[in-house]
């Protein structure tokens, strides 16, 4: 299995740019989150889904950031406008079940300027 | 609040020392414990987990972990580490009346000396 794949890498944009975020969780999982990693904040959940819906959006720091998953091998983080303080690096992880291992994506690194 | 917290943030210890990296959390039902490692520009992977049973519970590359279930204490250890342990350490708790949320803790950075 690739494991959770996420695109881009990296992304370097203007503030009040849109950014879209991609992650395609590992076959078979249903579960997928998103979460925010940050030198002050360290890693947050910011939204998770089961069986595609949307279960926990309260890690959503606010209106700019949205999250779709249109089916179950893919999902978007997508934040429109961009600001500075959105720079973070994105992660995305996808679980078999609700208690059990989540397998993290590598990660998008954000900055934006 | 529900909070995980890791009380060093930076360790530094020479190869072949030991390690024990503290984790207490604030939830009073039951949970299910992890501890992940991020090695330098890569992504979070397992080290253990810890669901019920036996307290002390067996990782990777020789680590290991014990639930103190009065203490509300998931701490790390590793009897001597090496230099390919330098890494961050994260600690995370996932309330079983939550489905999958894991609550993560700040984060331990581990450096090890050669």
């Known amino acids: 299995d690739a494991g959770v794949i996420q695109s881009p890498r990296h992304e370097v944009t203007e503030m009040g740019q849109e950014v879209t975020l991609r992650c395609k969780p590992i076959?078979?999982?249903?579960?997928l989150f998103w979460y925010r990693q940050t030198m002050m904040r360290g890693l947050e959940l910011l939204i998770y889904?089961?069986?595609?819906?949307?279960?926990?959006d309260s890690g959503m720091p606010e209106d700019r950031f949205s999250a779709k998953m249109p089916n179950a091998s893919f999902s978007t983080l997508k934040i429109q406008p961009s600001e500075p303080r959105d720079s973070a690096v994105y992660f995305c992880?996808?679980?078999?079940?609700?208690?059990?291992?989540?397998?993290f994506g590598p990660g998008t690194r954000l900055t934006v300027l | 609040a529900q909070s995980v917290s890791q009380h060093n943030h930076h360790v530094i210890l020479s190869e072949a020392a030991s390690l024990e990296l503290g984790c207490n959390y604030s939830?009073?039902?039951?949970?299910?414990l992890f501890w992940y490692v991020q090695y330098p520009g890569q992504h979070l992977q397992l080290l253990l987990k810890?669901?019920?049973?036996?307290?002390l519970v067996k990782g990777i590359k020789g680590f290991e972990a014990e639930f103190i279930k009065s203490k509300f204490s998931f701490n790390l250890r590793k009897p001597s580490v090496q230099w390919s342990d330098t890494a961050e350490y994260f600690c995370?708790?996932?309330?079983?009346?939550?489905?999958?949320?894991?609550?993560f803790g700040q984060g331990t950075e581990l450096s090890v000396k050669p």
């Open positions: 992880a996808s679980m078999r079940g609700a208690y059990n291992e989540q397998f």
């Open positions: 076959s078979g999982h249903d579960y």
């Open positions: 889904f089961n069986n595609n819906v949307p279960i926990d």
């Open positions: 939830y009073g039902g039951t949970v299910n």
């Open positions: 810890y669901f019920s049973g036996d307290p």
């Open positions: 995370a708790v996932n309330p079983i009346n939550q489905g999958g949320k894991l609550i």
